[in-house]
């Protein structure tokens, strides 16, 4: 069971989407769940996200940023983690890789989503050379988890559909590693064309693993950021990164699977709230 007296903290650096969760709006509430403080660092204010709903609002709050960084700072807040999402511009890198440096204690983790692309193609607000400044922040983070398409555009590579090959996979996680961070979980990951999952490895004990859940067809928004909140909750309440994905896995395709039954349009997001109690099942939590 994990201790129940400490109370972990964590800067989340992602913008705010009002409708259809993703980001901040799925960030706060799975790691509040789970039993950790969430500090808000908005990237950008939106009506809905970018991903396929058209006529949304975007606010840029790069303006904030900083402003928000400093006052933090004077009340010599510390952070267990920090964990960056959904980036808007370069100048935002800059800031997030100023707010690491700020924030960075011996023991602290650092976990960057580098959300920019999926199914082999970077979304609408990106260009190429975002994808090299993303690989700049990669570099400073200890943990990254990237679906496949960013993994390749941050090695500057061709992104070809799976299912893949174990070697592969591998490969791509260990040349991710070795631009700086330690761990590595790779998401968007098929040996066979019937499941979907993650893969894990990490640098320093050589230690890799996969988990696994049956593909359900179409193709779900904010999964990504429901995936890699679940993952830092994990990994926050003592579970090994291995378990961690693994339980962050289950919680995402359980979500998944809550809204494919349901017919929801899957841009507005994944039930992953009425997975709640699940999650903190699975994580040992009872309060
Ligand atoms: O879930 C990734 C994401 C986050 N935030 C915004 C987005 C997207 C993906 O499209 O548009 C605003």
Redesign the pocket.
Known sequence: MANKKTLRRVAAI??L?GFGK??LTVALPILSAAGIETCALPT?L?ST???GIDGYTYLDTTGEMRPFMHHWKSLDIRFDAIYS??LGSFEQLEIVKDFFDTFRQKDNLILVDP?MADNGEL?KIFTPEFAVGMRGLCEKADIIVPNITEATMLLGESYHPGPYTEKYVIDLMKRLCALGPKMVVLTGVNLKPWELGVATYERDHHLISFAWAAQVPGYY??T??VYASALLAGLLNECTLARSAEIAVHYTARSIRRTYEAETDTRFGVNFEQGIPSLLEELELVY
Do not use: E, I, K
């Open positions: 992602h913008d989407s993703c980001s950008a939106l996200h970018t991903g999402g959904f959300v979304y928004h904010g990504g950021d």
